[in-house]
């Protein structure tokens, strides 16, 4: 079996952790050096695809929306996202890591079609939480796909988009009748009461790594 080569790493703002850009054949794969596992990886999307048909269904019928979806990885939620939207929808990533970006611009953006060339795709380079405090009532589907969901992974800041204060901010930032969605590795019932304590109705999806129904058991919390 061929071996994965090194395309590329990256600095994450604000802790110093290397992101590297792996390939092997036509299979990308995004991992932390000198952790085991990776972040992501082409061959299992399922859930990030996921994260955006569960979220822009519930907005189908919303006249020229607008999402933001926290993190671009590698571009499947995106994708997913304009796929599920009209012409008229406008569609913004906020992505901490500029690599990111270039990243999904070359080789590695043909596994998702290459979305940021779609014209109602935007990428904002910077944190996706200073960009929700910015912009209230400014979305209609807020998609978050931030470390590992509730429990920070990569960095320990992404744990307060989980917060109160977070969920707070991010409703702020809603449209009438929005739509919050979360991605999340594993189950975590203190979030989905966290939601409802803000006076959220909330519901935690159980979706797949892998289509049609293989992989990981991933969830996404949806709440409005």
């Given at each position: 079996m061929a071996r994965f080569e090194l395309l590329g790493t990256a600095i994450i703002p604000g802790k110093g952790t290397e992101l590297r850009l792996l390939q092997r054949n036509d299979e990308f794969s995004i991992r932390i050096a000198?952790?085991?596992?990776e972040l992501m990886n082409t061959r299992l999307h399922g859930s990030e695809d996921a994260l955006a048909t569960l979220a822009c269904e519930r907005i189908a019928d919303h006249p020229a929306p607008k999402v933001l979806i926290g993190g671009l990885g590698m571009g499947f939620t995106l994708a997913a996202a304009l796929q599920s939207l009209g012409e008229t929808a406008e569609v913004t990533v906020?992505?901490?890591v500029p690599e990111v970006e270039q990243w999904n611009l070359g080789p590695l953006g043909n596994a998702a079609g290459y979305p940021l060339k779609d014209p109602r795709a935007r990428v904002h380079i910077g944190d996706v939480v200073q960009l929700i405090k910015d912009s209230p009532a400014s979305y209609?589907?807020?998609?978050?796909?931030?470390d590992n969901g509730p429990e920070g992974l990569t960095r320990k800041e992404n744990d307060w988009l989980y917060s109160s204060a977070g969920i707070a901010a991010a409703q702020e930032?809603?449209?009438?009748?929005?739509?919050?969605a979360y991605w999340s590795a594993g189950q975590d019932p203190t979030f989905t009461e966290c939601l409802k304590r803000a006076g959220l109705s909330a519901e935690a999806v159980t979706v797949r790594a892998h289509r049609p129904g293989k992989g990981a058991r991933h969830v996404i919390w949806l709440a409005w």
């Open positions: 000198g952790t085991s596992g906020a992505e901490l209609d589907a807020i998609m978050l796909d931030i930032a809603l449209r009438p009748e929005g739509i919050l």
